[in-house]
C-alpha cells in the first residue's frame, strides 16, 4: 500500500478500507484476524490500530462505505431528479441490472456471499440501504405506469416486485464469484442484462408491445455507461 508520500489520516483510513476487503471477503468476519488485515492494509498492527481500535470499527466503516450507493455512483443521484414515469420505472431496472451484472470489481460481492454465509449483518445493512434508497421510488414509478395503463394489473405486491429484479440481478453476478461464469449462458453480459431486463419488465406486468415502446437500450446505455448496448 506504499506509494513513498506520507498518507494523511484520512487517506491512511481509506487506503486500509480499501485493501481489507477482499480479506472479509475472502474469509469472513469471524475467520478474519487483525494480523490478516495489517498485512494486507501493509501496516503494522499498531497502525492499525491507531486508525480503527477494533475489527469490528474496521468492518463497520467497511458496510457505511459500501453501502453510500450515491457515492459508489453518482448517476443514483441524477436519477432522483427524474420524474416518476414509465420510462423512468424502465430506466431503473436497467441501471439494476446494468450495475450489479455488469459489475467488475468482485471484492464487494463476495463479501456479500461471505456475510450471507456468515451471520448475514452485513448482507442485510446492504440491502436495508438499497430499500431505503430504491423502494419508494420504484413504487412511485410503478403507479405512475399504471395510471398510464402500461402494466396489466397481476396478483404480485408492489414491493416484491423490485426485489425479485434485485434478486435476479445479483444471483447473475453470484455466479461469476469464482473469477469465471459457473454458466455460460451462451451471449455477452450485455445481451444478458438486455435479456434479463425484459424478462423482469413482463414479470412487473409489462405487455411486450409496452416493453418495446418504453425500452430501448441503446439509447439508455447512452445514459448509463456512455455507451450503447
Known sequence: MSSGKRLSSDERRAAIVEAVIPVFAKNGFHGTTTKNLAEAAGVSEALLYRHFPSKDSLYEEIQLKSCALPELD??????????????????MIHLLMHRIVIEQDLALPRLMASSLLDDGKFAGLFLDNFKEQFLDLFLQSLDAAKRSGDIAPIPIDDGLRLWLCQHLAASLLFVRLPGKSAVDYGLSRERLVMQAVRFCLRGMGFSDAAIDRHYDPDMIGEIVDDEPL
Do not use: C, G
Open 74 to 91: 453518482p448517476l443514483f443521484d441524477q436519477f432522483r431528479s427524474i420524474p416518476a414515469s414509465t420510462e423512468k420505472l424502465v430506466l
